[in-house]
């Protein structure tokens, strides 16, 4: 017992997928086609893209697809908790140190903080998000 305790307390203490608390700064200039999607194509997409399947995943989960728009703000949260940096966590869980084509290069510190503000922003707007690129809603009769 004493040792299932030991290991729950050692758990505890190691790094965790934390959000960010990232929010979205008055003005930002953030996008998703100057900002997330290259950002996205740089890092992620190796893995997370709706066309790949199976074992071309490299373990990304379904469902995880980074390389539109609405993939990413599925998911908002798991980008948050796993890349992102904000006051109150920096997140290096993603991507992983071994890529399927050697090691993954690695965003620097600045770039996850405009992640997070980029992933706030989206968000805070969720119906109408920044240069979504989706049509409005035909409002004729």
Do not use: K
Not at 8 to 32: M, Q
């Amino acid at each position: 017992m004493r040792a299932l305790a030991l290991l729950v307390a050692l758990a505890a203490c190691g790094d965790s997928p934390t959000p960010t608390g990232s929010t979205c700064p008055p003005g930002s200039t953030l996008r998703y086609d100057t900002f997330a999607a290259p950002f996205m194509e740089q890092y992620c997409t190796h893995c997370h893209d709706e066309d790949l399947h199976g074992s071309e995943r490299h373990g990304a989960p379904l469902f995880h697809d980074f390389d539109t728009l609405i993939g990413i703000l599925q998911v908002h949260g798991h980008v948050d908790e796993r890349a992102a940096a904000g006051p109150d966590a920096i997140n290096t869980f993603m991507p992983p140190g071994d890529c399927p084509d050697g090691a993954c290069e690695q965003p620097t510190e600045a770039e996850r903080r405009q992640l997070g503000e980029w992933l706030a922003c989206a968000v805070e707007d969720r119906d109408n998000p920044p240069d979504a690129g989706l049509d409005e809603p035909d409002a004729s009769p």
